[in-house]
């Protein structure tokens, strides 16, 4: 199993400016995923972070809006970039040893961010 | 790519029902069927989980059901208790997680 822990846990943001998420994982891990979930809504992959190097985007994301770092096997960062009203959302780090996302993914509790 | 449809969005029962969740997935390619429960202000936490060799799986109270070829699988939850209330999600894997919209279940004591 795997312990992750994400901060901030929540931010009041204004608009235009960028935020960073940290995950750090209680051990190594294969696989780190950056997950938008709207409140009440179901979860959407942003992105599989990739170490030393560059994220696999999903269809409608884009890494100038959110780029992401992976140094290691155990710590990943997202930044909402020059966020508007819309990126308010929580933002959910998860993480698996599985290649190619097909064995139990354990979460982070999230990161709620609302942006005025 | 792939499409989930999950039903019911909501799910009351008594304590002591049972729960049954269905979800329907497009991708004959995807080979591993996961379900998540989420409590209020905290990440999804995986319950059970089959794989596409699999008709069936149980773990006490929880079990789930895949019918490859009808592309659809089911969470059953027997002998329900209030604890069990949370949104449950399913989630179809090939290659990449694609999850249905969720499930609030609620359960009356």
């Known amino acids: 199993s795997a312990v992750i822990s994400q901060k901030p846990s929540r931010d009041i943001c204004q608009r235009g400016t960028s935020l960073t998420i940290q995950c750090q994982v209680d051990s190594q891990v294969t696989m780190m995923f950056w997950y938008r979930q709207q409140p009440g809504q179901s979860l959407t992959l942003i992105a599989t972070a990739n170490q030393g190097s560059e994220a696999t985007y999903e269809s409608g994301f884009v890494i100038d809006k959110f780029p992401i770092s992976r140094p290691n096997l155990t710590f990943s960062t997202l930044t909402v970039s020059n966020m508007s009203p819309e990126d308010s959302s929580i933002y959910l780090c998860?993480?698996?040893?599985?290649?190619?996302?097909?064995?139990?993914?354990?979460f982070g509790e999230g990161s709620r961010l609302t942006v005025l | 790519g792939e499409n989930v449809e999950q039903h019911p969005s909501t799910l009351s029962v008594q304590e002591g029902d049972s729960a049954v969740i269905k979800c329907t997935y497009s991708d004959s390619a995807s080979n591993y069927f996961p379900w998540y429960k989420q409590e209020l202000g905290k990440g999804p936490q995986l319950i059970i989980d089959?794989?596409?060799?699999?008709g069936e799986k149980k773990d006490q109270r929880i079990a789930v059901t895949l019918n490859k070829t009808a592309k659809h699988f089911s969470l059953h939850i027997t002998e329900t208790q209030p604890e069990d209330s949370a949104v449950y999600f399913c989630?179809?894997?090939?290659?990449?997680?694609?999850f249905g919209d969720g499930t609030t279940l609620t359960v009356k004591p």
């Open positions: 998860s993480a698996g040893q599985a290649t190619g996302n097909t064995g139990e993914l354990f």
């Open positions: 989630a179809a894997n090939a290659g990449k997680s694609t």
């Open positions: 089959i794989r596409s060799n699999v």
